[in-house]
């Protein structure tokens, strides 16, 4: 079984920065894309950012220039710095790890960004 465990939301004003990171354990193979996805309530889940295996990121385009995805892929895990948060970004983080060719969602983390 695959476990995907996130960390690092949390409330901040708007114009600062948090860092949100998912760790995965279990019998992993191999983690191909891992990706970071938001939902605000009422509504579906959307990407904010990806990244492959070889490193290729995508981005939302409200996120382009301020967040950041990497991954170490040693300890399993995804980091998204955000900066420049806005009241908009607000929402349940989400990530999503392709693992041993099958998706693995984390339980979510909030980030709160206020005005």
């Known amino acids: 079984q695959v476990q995907l465990v996130e960390s690092g939301g949390g409330l901040v004003q708007a114009g600062g920065s948090l860092r949100v990171s998912c760790a995965a354990s279990?019998?992993?193979?191999?983690?191909?894309?891992m990706g970071w996805y938001r939902q605000v309530a009422g509504n579906q889940r959307e990407l904010v950012a990806r990244?492959?295996?070889?490193?290729?990121?995508t981005y939302a385009e409200s996120v382009k220039g301020r967040f950041t995805i990497s991954r170490d892929n040693a300890k399993n895990t995804v980091y998204l710095q955000m900066n420049s948060l806005k009241p908009e970004d607000t929402g349940v983080y989400y990530c999503?790890?392709?693992?041993?060719?099958?998706?693995?969602w984390g339980q979510g983390t909030q980030v709160t960004v206020s005005s």
């Open positions: 279990g019998s992993i193979f191999s983690i191909n894309a």
């Open positions: 999503r790890f392709t693992v041993n060719g099958r998706l693995y």
């Open positions: 990244i492959t295996s070889g490193g290729t990121t």
